[in-house]
Each structure stands twice: as C-alpha cells, then as structure tokens.
C-alpha cells in the first residue's frame, strides 16, 4: 500500500493462488466501494393487506399471517420504509445486506398463481395459469 493505492499480488501462479488472489481484490474492493457510497436492496410487498413498517429497531410485516412478523433489523444495517409496500435495506457490508433483504424475502416469497408476496423491486415473477374451468 502506497498512498491512496492498494496492491495485491500472488505468491505464484497456481490455480489455487489466482483464485484467491481474484477474491481477495474483489473483497477489498467491496469493502471501499461501501465505505464510500452504500450498498442497497429495494424490496416490494405485494398483496392486499401487506404492509411494513418500523417500530423502533425493528421491522414489523403484516403479510397476511394471523400475526405479525417481527423482524430484529441487524447491526449495521438500516431499514428504510417509504411507503408500506417499498422497504430499502441499506449498508456497508455488501454482504449482509444481501443477506438481510434475503432473509426478510424469505417470510413470504412471491407465489406464481396471484403473485403475492415480498419481491426484489424489479424482479419478475414467472406466473403459471389457475385451475381451467372446463
């Protein structure tokens, strides 16, 4: 490291030491791209009734269970909710941030007869046709 530069090299040219020499780069790369501007994951909720909002530190869904889902937002991490059907999870770490908007996708993942339920903004959901009167 020199100033305002980063340098990563390899030992040798092994299969194994490229790999890790490619991983190591894009981690630090992350890292700094972060720091200087942060990462974000827009999630949509559809559905009648579904609906998110903040209490506090916590993130409290209603979608459509007989209760609602409260879910501890992580540290680090910052929830933002525009509307009751937008939630934007914002942070540093690239990966928890992932990880984070994954795991609160996972409480109701888009069914594909109505397409109910919580979405990547801009994912497209593969819808399949109902039961056919016939």
């Known amino acids: ?57 916590n993130l409290q869904l209603n979608l459509g269970f007989s209760h609602p889902i409260n879910f501890a937002v992580p540290e680090g991490i910052t929830v933002e909710v525009p509307k009751p059907t937008h939630l934007v999870v914002r942070g540093i770490d690239k990966v928890l941030v992932g990880q984070t908007a994954a795991n609160i996708r996972k409480f109701f993942e888009p069914e594909p007869y109505k397409g109910k339920g919580v979405r990547y903004a801009g994912e497209q959901i593969r819808r399949k046709a109902g039961k056919a009167a016939s």
């Open 1 to 57: 490291m020199d100033g305002s530069q980063i340098v990563v090299s390899r030992p040798t040219n092994t299969n194994q030491d490229r790999s890790l020499h490619g991983l190591t780069r894009t981690l630090i790369s992350n890292v700094i791209t972060g720091v200087t501007q942060e990462y974000a994951k827009a999630l949509e909720i559809e559905g009648i009734g579904f609906k998110a909002q903040l209490q506090g530190k």
